[in-house]
């Protein structure tokens, strides 16, 4: 498996990915694909005929979670999984998740450009509403197959406008019970990703591909806080419930529980703070935060859950307001499995690639994968560190590097 072998492939992916870009609710460079949106209908119908035209049989489940199978030589055997996700956030980039949808679709057909017989099938997957641009919840369609998520949970959910998932799946054309998208433990032999970093680790050190050893996992907070509002001049000091002051605490709290956990990987963010009234005159009565934390070692972000329940005890009862804590989801973070790692670290060498062994701070399907298989990341560098923007970027020789060595480790899972 030639890397000059590999070139002509690549150049094919770069114009897929292209015109994928253009399949989007904005004007382009910017990638904005909601799911279920007229975007992603558009850019499902695409990837289905490219996989369609590999020879892939593909089928779709009730939340349309989309599977294209290249048979292997024994079809009692459970399949080795690759892909990822097309969703995009508003005013994303063109490279998240399509990578490794585009970047698996093309292993599969430079495996089968150079005759190799796969033993077991080998599957691309490409996920439902990995963003939870639409729903609030990441990762809807691998947590519904893992069975994180119950077909009772997910008919509860509604987007901003009110519309239910049965809604809209329906009005997308997916059909069928929920409970039917949950996958058996076995189901999948082994399943391997393929992602840019978003991150700038690889880039920096000059390294071709990153092998995922840990995958860490959020644990989200809603918080509300509740005080007493008033005139900004007519309310002394003294007196004063500010819910907002109250809030600022909470944030620096957190931010100093996560710097102190004793490890590099421990992060939290407040990423949403909703003032009421919002006005320049008036004491904010009441807050709205919501936090993300994550770790690869799930103790340890626990650690600093407690950290902020029992700061949001203290503060409540010093300044005399309301808060209350809502944990929105903890999901614990996930161990990629040292045979593929293994595997794929000696495919990047066969491949005359350097590569170094890694964590990922973002989640992804991956995450949720690995409640019914074993799993594993490939991480190419993409420029800067820049994701979910649209100057995201990741140059032709990463992705080739990325296809070659998926595809080399392809070819061992399924012998």
């Known amino acids: 498996m030639e890397s000059a072998g590999l070139k002509l492939g690549v150049d094919g992916v770069l114009a897929e990915l292209a015109t994928l870009a253009k399949i989007s609710e904005a004007e382009p460079p910017v990638v904005t694909r909601v799911v279920f949106s007229e975007a992603d209908l558009h850019a499902r119908a695409y990837v289905k005929r490219l996989c369609i035209d590999a020879g892939l049989t593909v089928h779709e489940d009730a939340v349309g979670n989309t599977f294209a199978r290249w048979a292997g030589s024994d079809p009692g055997l459970a399949p080795v999984g690759t892909g990822s996700h097309i969703d995009a956030i508003p005013n994303a980039g063109m490279y998240d998740g399509c990578v490794g949808v585009l970047g698996g679709l093309e292993a599969i057909r430079v495996l089968q450009k150079l005759g190799f017989k796969p033993r077991r099938s080998i599957e691309l997957v490409i996920f439902t509403a990995e963003e939870p641009t639409r729903f609030g919840i990441g990762c809807l369609g691998s947590r519904l197959m893992a069975g994180v998520l119950t077909a009772a949970q997910a008919l509860a959910l509604r987007d901003k406008e009110g519309h239910g998932l049965d809604e809209l799946r329906a009005r997308a054309g997916f059909t069928g019970s929920l409970a039917s998208v949950a996958l058996t433990t076995g189901r999948f032999h082994q399943f391997v990703e393929l992602h840019i970093e978003q991150g700038p680790l690889l880039e920096q050190d000059g390294i071709d591909i990153g092998l995922v050893t840990h995958i860490a996992a959020p644990a989200s907070v809603r918080i509300m806080l509740e005080g007493e509002g008033g005139h900004a001049g007519g ?181």
């Open 235 to 415: 309310k002394l000091m003294p007196g004063r419930k500010d819910a907002l002051t109250a809030a600022a605490e909470l944030i620096l709290a957190l931010e100093a529980a996560a710097k102190s956990s004793g490890a590099i990987d421990t992060v939290a963010t407040v990423g949403v703070c909703d003032v009421f009234p919002g006005a320049v005159n008036s004491i904010p009565s009441r807050v709205r935060l919501e936090t993300d934390i994550r770790d690869t070692d799930g103790t340890r972000r626990d650690r600093v859950l407690a950290v902020l329940q029992a700061t949001c005890n203290e503060v409540a009862l010093r300044r005399g307001v309301a808060i209350s804590a809502e944990m929105v989801n903890a999901d614990p973070p996930a161990t990629c499995d040292p045979a593929i790692v293994t595997a794929m670290e000696e495919a990047a060498k066969a491949a005359g690639k350097t590569c170094k062994r890694m964590v990922s701070r973002a989640y992804h399907d991956t995450l949720f994968m690995a409640r019914i298989a074993p799993v594993a990341m490939l991480f190419i560098p993409c420029r800067g560190g820049v994701s979910h923007r649209p100057d995201e970027y990741a140059s032709p020789e990463w992705i080739g590097s990325g296809i070659h060595v998926l595809a080399r480790t392809l070819a061992t899972l399924a012998s």
